[in-house]
């Protein structure tokens, strides 16, 4: 599918954007190690911290955008003959509104060169949202009709969107009960039933924080635009809702989203993830927990930061779990008393100011971000 977008005619990104984005995953693998020989949780040895990549979140992102009906160019996706489509017929579906047939490729001048390179380019970034935000390697040999057009691309993408790998904000614990699922089959009429072992490594709990980052600077080489940044403020969060749905990654759903959008030409505060924790006064010991509501989150340090900070930042973009308790300072905003908007918005408003927080509503918002 096509994302409709015209590259040649996009409004660009002139402000830089830090993210937090925080979920979490209730007897879930969130992210298996393929070389531990199980697929094993990646759990820090020392910390025991479970860990997820970013190139984890990118593949929920990638397929979330897929089924938007954006262009997505890195995507898993099977040819005529029912096998992976080669990254050559990637490439190809990417530029399939290009005709070879309109350009003699022998006898192009100079000013035609310019042309077809510009024309190149902006149909692939058109039809390849991923690439726009978190960029591609593009070193594909290419034959054929298309080829001549794939010399126009560059040998890579950088992405101006990066997410750094995640941790939970506290150990985990490997659920045993998981570890050897039995599987009983019949083996025929009259005869007894068979089973055999399957190793299903997943955590109890664990809750997720993840750092992003959108660089404009970075953002001119992909043809980032504005729209393309909104569309980010729902994208994580109808991710982890749509697309955890397989056997062992089921249980997993987001609590926290927050872009903090900046003033100032190149820069940002870094590390937001860092300044989140769990309040050890409301909250069960790290091996105790099960659920969300076995903890409440320490944001005092966030949300003061982002204070002293307030007259650097245009706004910040926001939603919070209804079902998350959160700190501020002395105040414990619980989610289940929440009648209306979470607290936690006002405490940021009180930091921040009024007209900078911007409360997301994720479905509201995101027709405004689908393809035309």
Not at 207 to 216: K, Y
Not at 248 to 264: A, C, H, I, M, T
Not at 313 to 320: H, L, M, P, S
Request: charged content about 30%.
């Amino acid at each position: 599918m096509s994302d409709d977008t015209d590259t040649n005619d996009y409004d660009p990104v002139t402000n830089r954007s830090e993210i937090v984005f925080c979920y979490d995953a209730i007897d879930a693998n969130p992210n298996g190690n393929p070389l531990s020989g199980a697929n094993r949780p990646r759990i820090d040895p020392e910390t025991q911290q479970a860990v997820v990549t970013d190139v984890r979140l990118k593949r929920y992102l990638r397929d979330q955008l897929d089924d938007d009906g954006h262009g997505v160019y890195v995507r898993n996706v099977k040819n005529d003959k029912g096998k992976q489509s080669s990254r050559e017929q990637l490439l190809e579906d990417r530029l399939r509104s290009l005709d070879p047939d309109d350009w003699d490729f022998d006898t192009l001048a100079d000013e035609d060169e310019s042309e077809l390179h510009e024309e190149v380019f902006g149909e692939f970034l058109d039809n390849s949202a991923d690439v726009r935000y978190f960029g591609a390697t593009m070193s594909v040999d290419m034959k054929g009709k298309y080829a001549p057009f794939a010399e126009h691309l560059p040998d890579h993408f950088t992405g101006p969107v990066q997410f750094s790998p995640a941790r939970t904000l506290h150990p985990v614990t490997e659920n045993e009960e998981y570890n050897s699922l039995t599987s009983v089959i019949a083996t025929g009429e009259g005869k007894e039933q068979g089973g055999f072992d399957l190793d299903d490594h997943r955590i109890q709990y664990g809750f997720i924080a993840f750092h992003g980052l959108v660089d404009e600077h970075g953002a001119a080489d992909t043809k980032l635009s504005a729209a393309d940044v909104e569309r980010l403020d729902t994208l994580p969060w109808r991710a982890i809702k749509n697309q955890t749905i397989t056997r062992s990654k089921v249980g997993q759903e987001p609590r926290l989203y927050l872009r903090v959008e900046y003033e100032d030409e190149s820069f940002h505060l870094g590390g937001l993830t860092r300044d989140l924790d769990m309040d050890e006064e409301q909250s069960v010991p790290a091996d105790e927990l099960r659920n969300v509501r076995d903890f409440t989150l320490e944001a005092t340090d966030l949300v003061s930061r982002l204070g002293r900070h307030a007259d650097r930042i245009a706004r910040v973009r926001v939603i919070v779990s209804d079902v998350l308790d959160v700190t501020v300072g002395e105040e414990t905003y619980t989610a289940g008393d929440v009648v209306g908007e979470h607290g936690f918005y006002d405490a940021l408003r009180e930091h921040v100011g009024d007209d900078t927080v911007e409360v997301v509503d994720v479905y509201d918002e995101t027709g405004e971000t689908m393809p035309e």
